[in-house]
């Protein structure tokens, strides 16, 4: 049986004065171990060319970490624009229109951090150019000196997906982000807030998989049973969908 495409668009850093492009190995090996094939496009020139054979082999689609949002994707406010930190709109391009397409289609979408913000975007939310400073929230959304083992926690709404995966009314997740939802796009609804508010999950309650989630639940399996669950529901979806 042949495994579903899961289309995932790179990352982009300097290595020794070298751009590199890559997708975190958290993300492939579960795909991978769920039974999916990941398919990794490319953050370079020319790449917006090739979209349309990319876009004929999505199964599903997996937006993962990144650079910010760039404000003119949304309604911006000026706090936005003062806080905006490094972007790269060639990345956000490519995701924009693997996203359109996706939806319009019905392929089954995970968007993780920076990919649930793209997510709300893409479908008329907007967001906090900074979560701390914008929304004067005192619950710090990164910790820098303790990136791997910082937790906070989150409520978890009743009847909801996120509900039925974790099996709990709160949660203590991992948090590495400063960008944030503000309005939550109207297709949408919350499955979960931080103490501050902050919205740090979300579902199309009309689509068969298109879910948004702040934290990482990729970084946390052996925390929650819940947190493997997302992805099989994802990959579960994506076969589906496939079939």
Request: positive net charge.
């Amino acid at each position: 049986m042949k495994r579903p495409f899961i289309v995932v668009v790179a990352n982009r850093a300097t290595r020794k004065n070298k751009l590199i492009d890559y997708v975190g190995e958290f993300h492939l090996e579960l795909l991978v171990k769920l039974g999916a094939a990941p398919v990794i496009v490319p953050v370079v020139p020319g790449t917006l060319k090739c979209l349309p054979q990319y876009k004929e082999r999505m199964d599903g689609l997996l937006l993962v970490e990144g650079d910010d949002v760039e404000p003119k994707r949304f309604a911006a406010r000026k706090a936005n624009f003062e806080y905006v930190e490094k972007t790269l709109p060639l990345k956000d391009e490519i995701e924009v229109r693997l996203l359109r397409e996706a939806l319009s289609s019905g392929v089954p979408i995970l968007g993780i951090c920076r990919g649930s913000q793209l997510l709300n975007v893409v479908c008329g939310g907007t967001l906090y150019g900074d979560v701390q400073k914008e929304k004067g929230s005192n619950r710090h959304h990164i910790d820098l000196e303790n990136y791997d083992t910082y937790r906070h926690p989150i409520s978890v709404l009743p009847d909801t997906p996120l509900a039925r995966w974790y099996r709990r009314k709160t949660l203590r997740v991992n948090s590495y982000h400063h960008q944030g939802i503000r309005k939550l796009a109207r297709r949408f609804r919350p499955m979960a807030h931080a103490d501050d508010g902050l919205i740090e999950a979300f579902y199309d309650p009309e689509a068969r998989f298109v879910v948004g989630l702040q934290f990482h639940p990729e970084r946390m399996l052996k925390e929650y049973a819940g947190n493997l669950k997302v992805w099989s529901a994802f990959t579960a979806a994506v076969a589906g969908k496939r079939g």
